[in-house]
């Protein structure tokens, strides 16, 4: 079984350059192959899940060469289970992506450039979950972050240019930062895999350590978005095409969260920077739902939202305890899922409308009843309604909080409840205004083909009446106009044409993402069982140094 730890990781890869040596050639064979091995990658992430659990940790020195020299890989029941949703997500997005390509009659950008790039991500967040040693760890990012920047430009549209160019800056600033920890953990550690530094951090002097932790937690921060390091994620992320935007807020985000579990509990036992990481679940929490509060376009109050259900993860790690580390964990295998699958629904809100600006749509539980079905599941879901999967993570936070019984535990207590109440009222506002109230008068009608301000240059991009208020991303609306450049619709910046019926393929994707959501909910007895399990295995510590070091 140990064998088979690398193949979430090389499986991708082989399939990219399979991809890429093919070009645009055997469109459908390409598109077979990525679906497959996507595929292939779930069986093995459920696989070693599984292992995991029954088993305990599994590690591989690939080359046989025993640390700190070699690479080593890990699967434990934290790294397994995240594999496993991952796996699913990204295999939802790649198939609505599909849908969304063929919708949009793209028949070459998608597989010469998004699948090898996608293909990539995947395997870069793989390497990040597995990854047994902080330079390991860096190199998941940059592989994560090199495919990233191609998806988050795709179709180079003026828009998408500048995000990329703000997530280019912030992914380099943190990708130096991480650099510098590691050199300073070698220099004072000798070593930089994790099951040693486990072992040799604890001698060092108690001033070199917090400085350490502080350096990777800052790391971790920015990639998590957690605030007050969350500024550049709005501006970010709405701009790409929604399977884009779909994976990187559902997914990304969660990778930094996930690293700072795996080194707080690792490295740095004894909870000594609890109480500011408490305070930054706070202000998270409470600035991230605030400025959902304030945005009329769909994209960024979901992107702002996401900034503040991080703030729930943080809590959890900032309580250190097994009860609060066991919600943390079903809270970010449940906001993976959720997030995902809105970002997905705001692209058919997109298709069906041509716009996510919520002051210009409406009417479509009664014209679209599928799609608002699609909405209103997940929505409620990320509100933490009972007895959805949500509300599970909630509750369990909130009952280590209430265990805990500290100041900060009970100040979070109360920000967790005031921002699930407004994530409610938000996603409330979100249902009257684009699904309940009649669509307005300005709604683009069946059939109205979407242009890009860019045809006529940027001098002119902010002029003229046709300009929607919003990110500064959104189509202009024109009726019967041959097809034009779209910034905001389509994989690769060409126009799309409004459909009162939804892409067939999209609208699975989209259904399987909520059915595997609402799966934690009928599967909560056996999840939470679970994520105990992993808590204690997470304190115990000693479980993943045998499993590395033999010993």
Same mark, same amino acid.
């Given at each position: 079984?140990? +064998?088979?730890?690398?193949?979430?990781?090389?499986?991708?890869?082989?399939?990219?350059?399979?991809?890429?040596?093919?070009?645009?050639?055997?469109?459908?064979?390409?598109?077979?192959?990525?679906?497959?091995?996507?595929?292939?990658?779930?069986?093995?992430?459920?696989?070693?899940?599984?292992?995991?659990?029954?088993?305990?940790?599994?590690?591989?020195?690939?080359?046989?060469?025993?640390?700190?020299? &070699?690479?080593?890989?890990?699967?434990?029941?934290?790294?397994?289970?995240?594999?496993?949703?991952?796996?699913?997500?990204?295999?939802?997005?790649?198939?609505?992506?599909?849908?969304?390509?063929?919708?949009?009659?793209?028949?070459?950008?998608?597989?010469?450039?998004?699948?090898?790039?996608?293909?990539?991500?995947?395997?870069?967040?793989?390497?990040?979950?597995?990854?047994?040693?902080?330079?390991?760890?860096?190199?998941?990012?940059? *592989?994560?972050?090199?495919?990233?920047?191609?998806?988050?430009?795709? &179709?180079?549209?003026?828009?998408?240019?500048?995000?990329?160019?703000?997530?280019?800056?912030?992914?380099?600033?943190?990708?130096?930062?991480?650099?510098? +920890?590691?050199?300073?953990?070698?220099?004072?550690?000798?070593?930089?895999?994790?099951? %040693?530094?486990?072992?040799?951090?604890?001698?060092?002097?108690?001033?070199? %350590?917090?400085?350490?932790?502080?350096?990777?937690?800052?790391?971790?921060?920015?990639?998590?978005?957690?605030?007050?390091?969350?500024?550049?994620?709005?501006?970010?992320?709405?701009?790409?095409?929604?399977?884009?935007?779909?994976?990187?807020?559902?997914?990304?985000?969660?990778?930094?969260?996930?690293?700072?579990?795996?080194?707080?509990?690792?490295?740095?036992? !004894?909870?000594?920077?609890?109480?500011?990481?408490?305070?930054?679940?706070?202000?998270?929490?409470?600035?991230?739902?605030?400025?959902?509060?304030?945005?009329?376009?769909?994209?960024?109050?979901?992107?702002?939202?996401? *900034?503040?259900?991080?703030?729930?993860?943080?809590?959890? *790690?900032?309580?250190?305890?097994?009860?609060?580390?066991?919600?943390?964990?079903?809270?970010?295998?449940?906001?993976?899922?959720?997030?995902?699958?809105?970002?997905?629904?705001?692209?058919?809100?997109?298709?069906?409308?041509?716009? @996510?600006?919520?002051?210009?749509?409406?009417?479509?539980?009664?014209?679209?009843?599928?799609?608002?079905?699609?909405?209103?599941?997940?929505?409620?879901?990320?509100?933490?309604?009972?007895?959805?999967?949500?509300? *599970? &993570?909630?509750?369990?936070?909130?009952?280590?909080?209430?265990?805990? !019984?500290?100041?900060?535990?009970?100040?979070?207590?109360?920000?967790?409840?005031?921002?699930?109440?407004?994530?409610?009222?938000?996603?409330?506002?979100?249902?009257?205004?684009?699904?309940?109230?009649?669509?307005?008068?300005? %709604?683009?009608?069946?059939?109205?083909?979407?242009?890009?301000?860019?045809?006529?240059?940027?001098?002119?991009?902010?002029?003229?009446?046709?300009?929607?208020?919003? @990110?500064?991303?959104?189509?202009?609306?024109?009726?019967?106009?041959?097809?034009?450049?779209?910034?905001?619709?389509?994989?690769?910046?060409?126009?799309?044409?409004?459909?009162?019926?939804?892409?067939?393929?999209?609208?699975?994707?989209?259904?399987?993402?909520?059915?595997?959501?609402?799966?934690?909910?009928?599967?909560?007895?056996?999840?939470?069982?679970?994520?105990?399990?992993?808590?204690?295995?997470?304190?115990?510590?000693?479980?993943?140094?045998?499993?590395?070091?033999?010993?």
């Amino acid at each position: 079984m140990n +064998a088979l730890v690398p193949l979430p990781v090389l499986l991708p890869l082989c399939a990219t350059g399979l991809g890429l040596a093919f070009g645009t050639r055997l469109k459908q064979f390409q598109r077979f192959i990525s679906v497959a091995v996507l595929s292939a990658v779930l069986a093995l992430s459920v696989a070693l899940m599984i292992a995991a659990d029954f088993r305990g940790p599994l590690s591989v020195h690939l080359g046989d060469f025993a640390p700190p020299v &070699g690479i080593t890989l890990v699967v434990d029941r934290l790294s397994g289970l995240m594999l496993t949703v991952s796996s699913a997500v990204t295999l939802c997005v790649l198939v609505y992506s599909l849908g969304q390509g063929m919708a949009d009659r793209d028949e070459e950008t998608p597989v010469a450039v998004f699948h090898p790039a996608y293909l990539i991500l995947v395997a870069g967040v793989s390497c990040t979950f597995l990854a047994g040693d902080l330079v390991n760890l860096y190199v998941g990012f940059e *592989i994560m972050l090199v495919a990233s920047f191609v998806l988050l430009t795709l &179709g180079g549209t003026g828009p998408r240019v500048r995000a990329g160019s703000t997530y280019v800056i912030i992914s380099l600033f943190s990708s130096m930062l991480f650099l510098t +920890a590691i050199a300073m953990t070698y220099a004072a550690a000798g070593t930089a895999n994790l099951a %040693q530094l486990a072992q040799r951090l604890g001698e060092l002097p108690l001033g070199v %350590q917090t400085l350490i932790q502080a350096m990777l937690l800052t790391v971790f921060a920015i990639k998590a978005a957690v605030f007050p390091l969350a500024a550049w994620l709005p501006d970010s992320y709405p701009t790409a095409p929604a399977p884009v935007t779909a994976v990187f807020a559902g997914l990304l985000t969660k990778v930094g969260v996930y690293c700072m579990l795996r080194t707080e509990t690792l490295l740095f036992p !004894g909870n000594r920077l609890g109480d500011l990481l408490m305070a930054a679940a706070l202000a998270s929490m409470v600035i991230g739902i605030l400025g959902a509060v304030a945005q009329t376009d769909l994209k960024r109050l979901l992107s702002f939202i996401l *900034i503040s259900h991080i703030g729930y993860m943080v809590f959890g *790690i900032g309580l250190a305890t097994r009860e609060a580390y066991g919600g943390a964990i079903v809270y970010v295998a449940h906001h993976i899922t959720v997030q995902t699958t809105l970002f997905l629904v705001a692209g058919l809100i997109e298709r069906r409308t041509g716009t @996510t600006e919520l002051t210009r749509i409406g009417g479509l539980a009664r014209a679209a009843p599928v799609l608002a079905a699609l909405f209103f599941v997940p929505a409620m879901n990320l509100a933490g309604i009972p007895p959805l999967s949500g509300f *599970i &993570g909630k509750l369990g936070l909130m009952r280590a909080g209430v265990a805990d !019984g500290g100041v900060w535990a009970w100040i979070l207590v109360a920000g967790s409840v005031a921002t699930s109440l407004l994530t409610l009222y938000v996603m409330a506002k979100v249902w009257n205004l684009a699904f309940w109230r009649a669509a307005p008068p300005g %709604q683009a009608a069946d059939g109205t083909v979407l242009e890009s301000d860019d045809e006529n240059g940027d001098e002119d991009a902010d002029e003229g009446p046709d300009r929607m208020p919003g @990110t500064g991303d959104e189509p202009v609306l024109h009726r019967h106009q041959p097809a034009g450049l779209a910034v905001a619709a389509t994989l690769h910046g060409h126009a799309v044409t409004t459909t009162t019926k939804l892409p067939t393929l999209m609208t699975v994707a989209t259904a399987a993402a909520v059915a595997l959501g609402l799966s934690f909910t009928v599967l909560a007895g056996p999840l939470t069982s679970y994520t105990d399990r992993t808590a204690a295995e997470l304190l115990a510590r000693s479980p993943y140094i045998e499993a590395v070091l033999g010993r």
